[in-house]
């Protein structure tokens, strides 16, 4: 049981330039988060999905794409890189959200540098 | 924006000791969550309060909610070294999915 697992750890990108994160969980669960940490920001939530084939925008969504398409992986994709998007990108997923939500299980961190 | 906000921003205490750091939220919550995150690593979970609840202990942890005053606080008792970490409290955003996250509260154990 792995839990929820990202890759890739860390990656340097130019402006311009695209990417996938992978995000991957066992553990059946519906609901699948993507946040970004900077300095001293905190977590701030990029997009999130409430099940298989449903995406929807969080809090800082601009100049990111989102795709569930098995139930299993989140992925988040920037189309064209920007020296903002420097951060600490965390994926997580709950059993259950909303108003209801449940404990959050994050993966270990992709690294993300854009020159 | 920011739901939760810990305070104190930073906190460093000798090994043993008690540490103590509070989270104070704007709106209404059904839970209110606390995570530990290890440099360069991912948030770990450590307790979950329902908003029915006033305290609740996890071994050497105990949280408090005051709904009344929209805060909480995390205490650690006898702290270890490991325990040096930043710790986060988080809410559910209101009207939408996720968590709102503060800025967290770094503690530091000294040996």
């Known amino acids: 049981n792995a839990g929820v697992t990202q890759t890739p750890k860390f990656r340097v990108l130019k402006t311009g330039q695209s990417m996938t994160l992978l995000c991957a969980q066992d553990?059946?669960?519906?609901?699948m988060y993507w946040y970004r940490q900077d300095p001293g920001m905190g977590l701030r939530l990029i997009h999130y999905?409430?099940?298989?084939?449903?995406?929807a925008k969080g809090e800082v969504p601009d100049g990111y794409n989102v795709s569930r398409l098995k139930k299993q992986n989140f992925l988040l994709g920037l189309e064209s890189a920007a020296p903002s998007q420097t951060s600490v990108y965390f994926c997580?997923?709950?059993?259950?959200?909303?108003?209801?939500?449940?404990?959050?299980?994050f993966g270990p961190g992709t690294r993300l540098l854009v020159l | 924006s920011q739901q939760g906000e810990e305070d104190p921003q930073a906190l460093s205490i000798q090994e043993g000791e008690n540490a103590t750091m509070n989270c104070s939220y704007k709106?209404?919550?059904?839970?209110l969550q606390w995570y530990r995150q290890n440099s360069g690593r991912g948030l770990v979970h450590l307790i979950l309060?329902?908003?029915?609840?006033r305290e609740k202990h996890s071994g050497r942890l105990r949280v408090t909610l005051d709904t009344s005053k929209k805060s909480s606080s995390l205490l650690i008792t006898a702290s270890r070294a490991a325990d040096t970490a930043s710790y986060f409290c988080?809410?559910?955003?209101?009207?939408?999915?996720?968590?709102?996250f503060g800025k967290g509260t770094h503690l530091i154990i000294q040996p």
């Open positions: 997580a997923s709950s059993s259950r959200g909303g108003q209801l939500q449940e404990t959050q299980y």
């Open positions: 553990m059946n669960h519906e609901y």
């Open positions: 999905s409430v099940g298989e084939g449903t995406t």
């Open positions: 709106t209404s919550i059904n839970n």
């Open positions: 309060i329902r908003s029915n609840e």
């Open positions: 988080a809410t559910v955003r209101g009207g939408a999915d996720g968590l709102t």
